[in-house]
């Protein structure tokens, strides 16, 4: 039982991760390889205030959220001028220097020896410490990211987003703003994607900088490739192929070795042949251009 | 300098963020790896190998992949995708048929020589002037050659070529048989020099990527000083610093120089009607 809830606390972190980078890629139509950074700035913002400064996760949460969307707005005005394989390539940099801060800040993050006993949320004095409670919190977390992503894609503010995606010249015409709408976008996104930080770094209890690659990145943003973006159900079922897949393949009964690199195949030979002949995924609005 | 030539031609030329480049990179070591040390040839011909080897699977990559996605029409990022696609499979590939853990081809102390103050092995020469010599010889071909005229120019307008009665198709298999080439060489070198390991790939692809848009995309000779600066910037953070900060200098200059001089240190500027 407590794995099938692991999973589904998996599936909720994925899901906050995948909606929070719908918002750049799906509605924006901006390729981003960063929101691995934005997710381990969370993490780690929470770890550290609550270890070193002993502070309760109500003001932990909030000051992950407001670190995220800080640098998502100092990152957006340097990323933002540009667009395609440029903006592409800024975000993949960012996504590094985040990474090698990381690692080698040793006095801070104690780099690749991780920083463990995070402590777990606690609410009033009853701490959420079992496997069930936790798949609670984090269905709890789950649904207000939903909501609130909910209410920005029914939002005039998407609309304006979809219109630069598909034509950015004729949405100027439309006293719409470029560089505001994205980097509103950027905020919202890396807001966002540091809410799944705060709820890994609390829910494993241990964080290195090897949850937070580029590698992660560019799974991330598999997940919107191959289940599809620019609405809710892409990010959605995407999540929930990527990450029961390879759990599927644990009863095919390979060697461990042998089942990851197996699954990464599976994922490139899929990206390739969705992005052929399905270019919006198996449920998105939106075909990456 | 060689990888970020050869990234370098097939960004030029057709317009791709090339990520198969890493997979490249990572196969052209294991095709060394496999005449050198598993066939145990002897060195010329496993160089030989490896090269036709290389040709064969930058082929290939064009076949499979880039050729059906270019004739039905699709953008320059859902050819990127693809292309990531194909670095994950190849990368994973080798990482079953190798093994995950590292391989080396030399366990041999390297002969070194001393100059000026500095020590230097056998290997780190072989690569330093290999480099510059191959990389020159090209940028003479590059200068002259009637057929990277037309490589630069289908980086331009592809759909053009045709009409002019240039072969479209034969001169894509050109840029990344050429881009196999460079990157094979680039591997050998380094591979007989530190080894390998399945995932490689994608560092020496932003390495090469970095300088290429370092140095500016739409010169040559950028591209090669592009590498030069980046690999003395990243060697004064080594020597200053650490070894542990290169990768932030490496993307530390790229942002610097996206946001300041986005055409490169090198490039050319240009109107907005041509750089789209």
């Known amino acids: 039982m407590n794995y099938l809830l692991h999973i589904s606390v998996m599936l909720g972190i994925y899901g906050m991760l995948a909606l929070s980078a719908n918002l750049l890629i799906g509605f924006g139509g901006l390729l981003t390889m960063a929101q691995a950074a934005f997710y381990g700035l969370g993490a780690y913002a929470y770890a550290l205030l609550s270890l070193k400064l002993g502070l309760p996760f109500f003001v932990t949460l909030p000051a992950a959220i407001a670190l995220g969307a800080l640098v998502g707005w100092l990152f957006g005005h340097a990323a933002l001028r540009f667009r395609n394989e440029a903006f592409v390539l800024a975000t993949i940099g960012f996504q590094m220097i985040v990474y090698v801060t990381l690692y080698n800040w040793t006095d801070l993050t104690r780099g690749p020896y991780g920083i463990s006993g995070i402590p777990r949320p606690s609410f009033f004095g009853i701490g959420i410490e079992s496997v069930p409670a936790y798949f609670l919190f984090t269905l709890v977390l789950f649904a207000v990211v939903l909501g609130f992503m909910h209410l920005v894609c029914r939002s005039p503010f998407a609309l304006s987003l979809k219109a630069l995606r598909d034509d950015e010249a004729a949405a100027q015409t439309l006293a719409i703003c470029p560089k505001g709408q994205y980097i509103r976008a950027m905020v919202f996104s890396a807001a966002v994607a540091a809410v799944p930080g705060v709820c890994f770094a609390s829910y494993i209890t241990y964080i290195d900088p090897t949850s937070f690659t580029l590698t992660e990145s560019i799974f991330i943003a598999c997940i919107l490739l191959v289940g599809g973006s620019g609405n809710l159900k892409g990010p959605m079922a995407g999540v929930a192929f990527m990450i029961i897949l390879p759990e599927l393949l644990r009863f095919v009964g390979l060697p461990d070795a042998v089942a990851a690199n197996l699954r990464e195949i599976i994922y490139g030979v899929l990206l390739i042949v969705l992005i052929y002949i399905k270019p919006k995924g198996l449920a998105g609005a939106y075909a990456i251009k | ?276």
């Open chain 2, 1 to 276: 300098m060689l990888y970020a030539a050869g990234f370098g031609f097939v960004y030029r030329s057709f317009r791709v963020f090339h990520i198969a480049m890493g997979a490249q990179f990572v196969f052209s070591c294991y095709a060394f790896y496999l005449c050198a040390t598993m066939l145990k040839l002897p060195l010329a011909l496993a160089v030989c190998g490896t090269l036709a080897l290389s040709v064969l699977f930058a082929a290939a990559i064009e076949w499979a992949v880039y050729r059906p996605f270019f004739q039905k029409g699709c953008s320059s990022g859902v050819v990127m995708i693809a292309s990531l696609g194909v670095m994950i499979v190849v990368e994973n590939l080798i990482a079953l048929a190798f093994g995950n853990e590292v391989k080396t081809i030399s366990n041999q102390l390297e002969p070194s020589v001393a100059f000026a103050g500095l020590r230097f092995t056998r290997i780190q020469l072989l690569q330093f002037f290999v480099g510059i010599g191959v990389f020159a010889v090209v940028g003479v071909a590059v200068r002259f050659g009637k057929w990277f005229k037309a490589l630069w120019a289908m980086g331009d307008q592809p759909e053009l070529l045709p009409v002019l009665g240039l072969p479209l198709m034969r001169l894509r298999l050109l840029v990344m048989s050429l881009g196999g080439i460079l990157v094979a060489i680039a591997a050998m070198l380094v591979a007989w020099d530190i080894g390998m390991d399945p995932h490689v790939g994608m560092h020496y692809l932003l390495l090469g990527s970095v300088a290429v848009f370092f140095g500016g995309t739409d010169r040559y000779w950028a591209w090669g000083a592009g590498a030069m600066l980046l690999s003395v910037l990243q060697s004064l953070a080594m020597w200053q610093f650490s070894a542990r900060w290169t990768d932030l200098v490496t993307f530390g200059v790229l942002i610097f120089v996206l946001l300041f001089r986005p055409q490169g240190l090198f490039g050319v500027s240009k109107r907005l009607e041509e750089a789209k």
